[in-house]
């Protein structure tokens, strides 16, 4: 198994680097679904970045108590820099996601913002399998991620975009992935449900509503 990217020294300059990249666009996929949340009472967030999504949902959502992975203590620093006065609801875990497995109460939501892709297919299956395990029926997963669509767009556009984003991470953090994965089959296969779908900049950026225990027909696509 690879070690995990390192996002230490990024952790100060991660808001510019996505502002300057993205604009706000980064932010408004990983807050789609954020009134989705008020219900959710235990939440997962996986990688987070600085935390900026962890601090919106604690301010909308006031009993809500988060459990925040990373694999940088940098920044789940920053995270918990972020959550405050909340960060009392917080609770951080420096460790390797791949390596990880819950314990306590289960979770109602998940939430994983621009961090699968730093996995593989086999990784975020096996990711899949030991959260749907750790989830209440009903809990929510909603996931933020690159997506490279079936036509010219995906092909010209976002194709170079996602290679190019891989090669600028893999020298600054030695990040190994070099492709998405496909975190459809893999959610799938651990028995969520896709509920809802948003994309944006042509599809290169979708926000995903997914549900652990639902009568819905998945959306296709």
């Given at each position: 198994?690879?070690?995990?990217?390192?996002f230490?020294?990024?952790s100060?300059?991660y808001l510019?680097?996505?502002?300057?990249?993205?604009?706000?666009?980064?932010?408004?996929?990983r807050?789609a679904?954020?009134?989705e949340?008020?219900?959710?009472?235990?939440?997962?967030?996986l990688?987070d970045?600085?935390?900026?999504?962890?601090?919106?949902?604690?301010?909308?959502?006031?009993?809500?108590?988060?459990?925040?992975?990373?694999?940088?203590?940098?920044?789940?620093?920053?995270?918990?820099?972020?959550?405050?006065?909340?960060?009392?609801?917080?609770?951080?875990?420096?460790?390797?996601?791949?390596?990880?497995?819950?314990e306590?109460?289960?979770?109602?939501?998940?939430?994983?913002?621009?961090?699968?892709?730093?996995?593989?297919?086999?990784?975020?299956?096996?990711?899949?399998?030991?959260l749907?395990?750790?989830?209440?029926?009903?809990?929510?997963?909603?996931?933020?991620?690159?997506?490279?669509?079936?036509?010219?767009?995906?092909?010209?556009?976002?194709?170079?975009?996602?290679?190019?984003?891989?090669?600028?991470?893999?020298?600054?953090?030695?990040?190994?992935?070099?492709?998405?994965?496909?975190?459809?089959l893999?959610?799938?296969?651990?028995?969520?449900?896709?509920q809802?779908?948003?994309?944006?900049?042509?599809?290169?950026l979708?926000?995903e509503?997914?549900?652990?225990?639902?009568?819905?027909?998945?959306?296709?696509?």
């Amino acid at each position: 198994m690879n070690q995990p990217p390192n996002f230490n020294r990024l952790s100060r300059l991660y808001l510019w680097m996505e502002l300057l990249s993205f604009g706000p666009w980064l932010m408004l996929c990983r807050c789609a679904f954020l009134n989705e949340c008020c219900a959710a009472r235990r939440a997962l967030a996986l990688g987070d970045g600085d935390g900026r999504f962890t601090a919106r949902l604690l301010r909308k959502n006031s009993t809500i108590q988060i459990d925040a992975l990373d694999a940088s203590r940098a920044m789940l620093e920053a995270l918990v820099y972020q959550a405050r006065p909340d960060a009392v609801r917080v609770r951080a875990f420096h460790a390797d996601i791949r390596k990880w497995q819950p314990e306590g109460l289960p979770y109602d939501l998940i939430v994983s913002h621009f961090f699968l892709d730093c996995l593989t297919t086999a990784e975020v299956q096996s990711l899949a399998a030991t959260l749907a395990r750790a989830v209440s029926p009903g809990s929510q997963w909603i996931v933020s991620e690159f997506a490279i669509p079936a036509n010219w767009f995906g092909r010209l556009v976002a194709r170079p975009a996602v290679w190019a984003l891989y090669c600028a991470f893999g020298w600054l953090t030695g990040l190994q992935a070099r492709s998405l994965p496909d975190h459809f089959l893999a959610f799938r296969q651990a028995g969520f449900t896709l509920q809802k779908r948003k994309r944006r900049l042509g599809g290169l950026l979708i926000s995903e509503l997914w549900s652990a225990a639902s009568t819905c027909d998945p959306i296709r696509g």
